[in-house]
């Protein structure tokens, strides 16, 4: 009785356990780049951060096989002058939508090693401090493409 007991705690433990790593707290959605001219360009990655979860969890990377690097900026002004800066993490608070967009805060990748091309799929991995690394898939749209389809 006692071995049946434990077999059935292990299995809800590990049904637990799968449950909520199929299913973290952050969620992305509407991931998407503007398509580039050229390899060594610089690309840019818009997409929608969201957080159901209990706590509030940080975002303190971004990479992707495409790029020789990657990095959270914003876009600020500066009086007349639209200034762009590194930003080290980003909180998610628990119920908040976050969203990456043309203008504001968003992903850059340096030095690309291929031009992005309209309709292509790009990998990106973010990593996040209690969720870890979430990869999504990118849609490249065409080059002056203003917003998610």
Avoid: C
């Amino acid at each position: 009785m006692l071995k049946r007991f434990l077999l059935i705690l292990l299995l809800a433990l590990f049904w637990a356990a799968t449950a909520s790593a199929a299913d973290p707290a952050i969620k992305i959605d509407k991931a998407w780049a503007r398509a580039t001219m050229q390899p060594g360009a610089t690309g840019v990655v818009y997409l929608t951060l969201s957080n159901s979860g209990p706590a509030t969890d940080r975002l303190v990377g971004v990479s992707s096989p495409v790029a020789a690097g990657a990095g959270l900026h914003i876009m600020v002004m500066e009086g007349t002058v639209m200034q762009m800066r590194p930003v080290d993490a980003l909180d998610v608070k628990p119920g908040d939508t976050v969203q990456l967009k043309p203008g504001g805060l968003h992903i850059m990748l340096t030095n690309l090693k291929q031009a992005l091309k309209q309709g292509e799929h790009i990998p990106l991995a973010l990593d996040f401090e209690k969720a870890g690394r979430i990869e999504v898939e990118v849609i490249v749209l065409p080059l002056g493409a203003s917003g998610y389809p």
